[in-house]
T-cell receptor, first 110, second 114 residues
Framework: KNEVEQSPQNLTAQEGEFITINCSYS?????LHWLQQHPGGGIVSLFM???GKKKHGRLIATINIQEKHSSLHITASHPRDSAVYIC????????????FGKGTKLTVNP | DAGVTQSPTHLIKTRGQQVTLRCSPK?????VSWYQQALGQGPQFIFQ???????QRGNFPDRFSGHQFPNYSSELNVNALLLGDSALYLC???FGTGAYNEQFFGPGTRLTVL
């Protein structure tokens, strides 16, 4: 079974700061999901990536398959970025089931 | 184009009761997955439905059951509710069953068991 660890658990930043959230997993995979969950529960898929880097606006996600590690970066952070960020990977191999990290709660203060 | 919708948004039940939660997938999607998210935790996979059949199941007891209809909508049923079943229940839809298919999540149903 794939274990997913995220760090940090909680992160507080000032508006404009550069944010990094990390995700490590134990079993080799081919792709990883980054999700955003706002207060109230709704989850939005941010990225699915299998190699290298993806960018969408101020969000950048990177993955190193060999090191079993991914990072989510937010440039020029804004209070509206405040949310829980969750990474998810297949449970193992070609499994169709996802296992999720516990999430990183980000608070960006004005 | 409506995204994933879930009903109801909130629900309060007592121990021993039964509950049914509903999910309508995003237009064009044929696969529905259900997740349970306890407070402060990441979502836990319950099961996945495709072609009206349960394809994958997580580590949940038989009290949790589901159904998928010909229009791809889905229901999650929980019998003999326990206090520990209190959680946010999320459904996600995708086109196809693979873990590498992008999943679109609904807003969730918050279940409180008293």
């Amino acid at each position: 079974k794939n274990e997913v660890e995220q760090s940090p658990q909680n992160l507080t930043a000032q508006e404009g700061e550069f944010i990094t959230i990390n995700c490590s997993y134990s079993v080799g995979i081919s792709a990883l999901h980054w999700l955003q969950q706002h207060p109230g529960g709704g989850i939005v898929s941010l990225f699915m990536l299998s190699s290298g880097k993806k960018k969408h606006g101020r969000l950048i996600a990177t993955i190193n398959i060999q090191e079993k590690h991914s990072s989510l970066h937010i440039t020029a952070s804004h209070p509206r970025d405040s949310a829980v960020y969750i990474c998810a990977v297949p449970t193992q191999g070609g499994s169709e089931k996802l296992v999720f990290g516990k999430g990183t709660k980000l608070t960006v203060n004005p | 184009d409506a995204g994933v919708t879930q009903s109801p948004t909130h629900l309060i039940k007592t121990r021993g009761q039964q509950v049914t939660l509903r999910c309508s997938p995003k237009s064009g999607h044929d696969t529905v997955s259900w997740y349970q998210q306890a407070l402060g935790q990441g979502p836990q996979f319950i099961f996945q439905y495709y072609e009206e059949e349960e394809r994958q199941r997580g580590n949940f007891p038989d009290r949790f059951s589901g159904h998928q209809f010909p229009n791809y909508s889905s229901e999650l049923n929980v019998n003999a509710l326990l206090l520990g079943d209190s959680a946010l229940y999320l459904c996600a839809s995708s086109f196809g069953t693979g873990a590498y298919n992008e999943q679109f999540f609904g807003p969730g149903t918050r279940l409180t068991v008293l």
